[in-house]
């Protein structure tokens, strides 16, 4: 037995260690990933610098000492503004970004060939405004400006015209790619929230069903072990058949933890009558059930031998009853099952199980009360669906 422990154990120790390779390959994917994005981003950003060389047209057919100090002094400023705001964050990103667009301006009346200076802003604005009426407002204040200077300062109207229409469409283009990332954002918040949600309820579901299962089968053991322990002396052989009996009972809970954690099956409803009536006849009580069902969809057949069974583990634990009536009828299309008895009743509130058990049967559209002041009455009232008694 140690042995088999000890290969069981191994092949966890295995399993673990391939799904933690298999973890660390991914996060290293999806790092990977995020570099390379990265990468492509700032290589698309810095290769954009070569539009640039436009501002050299005017310094050149005009061949003014002016126009190139004017450049010398206005690209410096424009390249240190645009990379500080391309790595930093938070404030100093704004500041740099003022300054950006304030070099467009100041340098457009020395140099008519600069309207480009209008586009680098604009071309950040929308990753880094995460409401798009805003990076629009800018937009349009920022056209109205260069217009406003055009009139101004006399300068050439094509110029100006070439570059509002620039800093429209790479805007426009940009703002529409921004909203695709947020949106992919979003979408990968919304699939880590289901997935968190998602495994939220499977480790719910998991605990009642082996509250459930282990419930029933530990009082039935701890019964027929206290059965046995007294009947050990006296009568030694209804002792031995207590213990087969428990033998018998642990293998089947062996069993049943194995399908919950493959996904629970029920072997059907009137199996789990059956071990019912075995279980109650150790505590020394009477089951009575009427009306049967023949045939069940699969889904109600599982919350009525779940309810079935935590309704007998806490007869067994609590009610003190020596009778037990179960009642199935079908009525306006829809299936009522109730589980009563003749203990002392008083329950003030729902354990784990019967809060399972509610959930269960709400999660089919049904509905459960419970009644108990003389003695316990259960009522589960579920839509028949296919059920044919």
């Not at 399993?15 to 995020?34: I, T």
């Not at 071309?123 to 409401?131: H, I, N, S, V």
């Not at 009232?381 to 059920?387: H, N, S, T, V």
Request: with cysteine; proline share 3%; hydrophobic share 45%.
């Amino acid at each position: 037995m140690a042995q088999r422990v000890k290969v069981m154990s191994g092949e966890a120790a295995v399993v673990d260690c391939n799904e933690k390779n298999d973890s660390e390959r991914l996060e290293q994917a999806l790092r990977e990933k995020k570099w390379k994005e990265r990468k492509a981003r700032r290589f698309f950003r810095y290769i954009s610098l070569t539009y640039t060389l436009f501002f050299l047209i005017d310094p050149i057919l005009s061949h003014k000492r002016a126009s190139w100090l004017a450049l010398a002094i206005a690209y410096p400023i424009f390249l240190a503004s645009f990379i500080v705001a391309a790595e930093t964050r938070g404030r100093t990103r704004w500041i740099a970004y003022t300054v950006l667009f304030a070099v467009g301006y100041v340098y457009m009346p020395f140099n008519a060939s600069a309207s480009g200076l209008f586009v680098y802003p604009v071309a950040m604005l929308p990753f880094m405004l995460k409401r798009p009426r805003k990076v629009l407002v800018v937009m349009g204040a920022q056209v109205s400006g260069m217009f406003l200077e055009m009139a101004v300062f006399g300068l050439s109207r094509w110029a100006v015209c070439v570059g509002v229409f620039f800093v429209v469409v790479i805007t426009l283009t940009n703002l529409y790619y921004a909203e695709q990332e947020w949106a992919n954002a979003r979408l990968k918040l919304a699939n880590e929230e289901i997935e968190h949600l998602a495994t939220v309820a499977e480790r719910e579901r998991i605990a009642r069903d082996l509250h459930d299962l282990l419930g029933h089968t530990l009082t039935v053991i701890a019964l027929k072990s206290e059965l046995a322990g007294k009947l050990i002396t006296s009568d030694p052989n209804a002792a031995a058949s207590e213990i087969a009996e428990i033998q018998q009972t642990s293998r089947k809970a062996l069993a049943e933890v194995r399908e919950a954690v493959l996904g629970y099956r029920s072997q059907g409803l009137n199996a789990e009558i059956d071990r019912a009536r075995k279980a109650l006849a150790t505590a020394g009580v009477k089951l009575v059930c009427d009306g049967l069902p023949n045939e069940l969809p699969i889904a109600e057949e599982t919350v009525l031998c779940l309810a079935v069974r935590e309704s007998v583990t806490n007869i067994m634990r609590h009610s003190e009853a020596t009778e037990v009536w179960m009642q199935f009828r079908f009525r306006d299309g829809r299936l009522h099952v109730t589980v009563a008895d003749n203990g002392k009743g008083g329950i003030k509130e729902e354990g784990s199980g019967l809060r399972g058990m509610r959930e269960r049967v709400e999660a089919l559209g049904g509905r459960l009360s419970i009644q108990s002041e003389v003695g316990t009455q259960l009522t589960i009232d579920l839509p028949q669906g296919a059920a044919t008694a």
